[in-house]
């Protein structure tokens, strides 16, 4: 079985607002990468959507630190055996809390 489940921790490094044509919000989660030679971060575009989204603008802010559950969707997709290109990879948040900062 092939599932799509992903569950992240970071700090939101944008600034959190609703978009203005639907319930969406759309971030960058700054997740630290396990190198003990460098200090790197991968900056992961997400987005939440509808209810989610309402109550993810009026809890969070930028430099939060937080766990994301949810999927990951990439550019390159195959839908009913043919590929094709998604125009927006993301990470698609379904929930989401705080966590303490290391």
Known sequence: ?????CNLA???????KLSVK????DFFLRVRRD????DIYDL????????????FVSKIK???????FG??????IIINGNYE???????HVANFEYCKKN
Do not use: T, W
């Open 35 to 38: 190198r003990k030679d460098k």
């Open 71 to 76: 999927s990951y969707r990439s550019k390159n």
């Open 85 to 91: 290109k998604n125009d927006f990879p993301h990470f």
């Open 10 to 16: 970071g700090l939101v490094e944008s600034d959190i």
């Open 62 to 68: 930028k430099g939060d630190c937080i766990y994301v």
């Open 1 to 5: 079985m092939n599932v799509n489940n």
């Open 44 to 55: 992961i575009q997400c987005s939440i959507y509808g209810k989610k989204a309402i109550e």
């Open 22 to 25: 639907k319930d969406v919000c």
